[in-house]
């Protein structure tokens, strides 16, 4: 029988836009991702993450089969890797995964999780998923610096969305995977003066087409990921990166998620 569940079984996995090597990286599965598996292509498994509902292709190496009934018992996961350095999942031979935040511990309870029939100990102090606002800025604090990554949503590089979604994801808070798509979610902040630090910010190209997003800190500065995450000031015409000494993003429309 074809396996139709998986869960991401690497500390990450590139989610590819089809089934090659070399085919262009949209996303990325973090450890203890479940999905759906939609489509096959050899070596190949076309995924729909359930989290997001994003979609890829995904060597079948970087996946672990479950069964349906495996599969629903994950969804239940409300345990996640802190905004922290030492995560350190150690598997019963002794191999060490580092993990990145956001990541899931799938059947998370009493110092242990589960892929399958594989046991994990779970070296860290866990973070249960509840909608909590508090600290969220301090969260996306953390990741300050970490590289521009195209597709990417780990501390070795990530993209814009991928930033905002795992800050938010940390938080209890689910957002899409893409800015456009975030962009449709949360509430409208109508002013600048009324925001509040952890609104969301989108930004549209000449073709008003949202393509950036950020968390704001204030009503004047912004964190995103753009060559890097970084904080640069913000005024009602948009991002003004000082270093180049211009606006690098027009602003569109800002939302709240809390």
Same mark, same amino acid.
């Given at each position: 029988?074809?396996?139709? =569940?998986? +869960?991401? #079984?690497?500390? @990450?996995?590139?989610?590819?836009?089809? !089934? $090659?090597?070399?085919?262009?990286?949209? $996303?990325? &599965?973090?450890?203890?991702?479940?999905?759906?598996? +939609?489509? #096959?292509?050899?070596?190949?498994?076309? @995924? #729909?993450? @359930?989290?997001?509902?994003?979609?890829?292709? @995904?060597? *079948?190496?970087?996946? !672990?089969?479950?069964?349906? !009934?495996? *599969?629903?018992?994950?969804?239940?996961?409300? =345990?996640?890797?802190?905004?922290?350095?030492?995560? +350190?999942?150690?598997?019963? !031979?002794?191999s060490? =995964?580092?993990?990145?935040?956001?990541?899931?511990?799938?059947?998370?309870?009493?110092?242990?999780? =589960? &892929?399958?029939?594989?046991?994990? #100990?779970?070296? *860290?102090?866990?973070?249960?998923?509840?909608? $909590?606002?508090?600290?969220?800025?301090?969260?996306? &604090?953390? *990741?300050?610096?970490?590289?521009?990554?195209?597709?990417g949503k780990t501390l070795f590089g990530i993209d814009c969305s991928g930033f905002t979604q795992v800050v938010f994801r940390l938080h209890g808070i689910a957002l899409l995977r893409d800015a456009w798509q975030q962009s449709e979610q949360g509430t409208a902040v109508d002013f600048l003066p009324e925001v509040k630090a952890g609104d969301v910010a989108f930004f549209d190209n000449a073709e008003g087409r949202i393509i950036h997003v950020g968390i704001m800190l204030s009503d004047s500065e912004i964190i995103h990921a753009s060559g890097k995450v970084r904080i640069d000031r913000m005024d009602q015409e948009g991002i003004y990166n000082d270093e180049l000494g211009r606006y690098t993003h027009k602003l569109r429309i800002i939302k709240r998620f809390f």
């Open positions: 029988m074809e396996d139709n =569940y998986a +869960i991401c #079984r690497l500390a @990450v996995a590139p989610l590819r836009v089809s !089934a $090659s090597d070399r085919a262009e990286i949209v $996303s990325q &599965l973090l450890f203890g991702e479940h999905v759906m598996v +939609i489509g #096959r292509d050899a070596q190949w498994r076309q @995924v #729909r993450n @359930v989290y997001d509902g994003y979609e890829g292709w @995904v060597d *079948f190496k970087q996946l !672990a089969p479950l069964s349906q !009934a495996q *599969f629903e018992e994950i969804a239940e996961t409300s =345990y996640l890797v802190p905004a922290e350095l030492a995560n +350190i999942l150690m598997d019963d !031979a002794g060490k =995964y580092f993990l990145s935040p956001g990541s899931s511990l799938p059947l998370y309870k009493d110092g242990v999780c =589960y &892929l399958g029939d594989t046991k994990y #100990r779970v070296m *860290f102090h866990p973070k249960e998923m509840l909608t $909590s606002p508090d600290k969220l800025v301090d969260t996306a &604090l953390f *990741f300050q610096n970490v590289p521009y990554l195209w597709g």
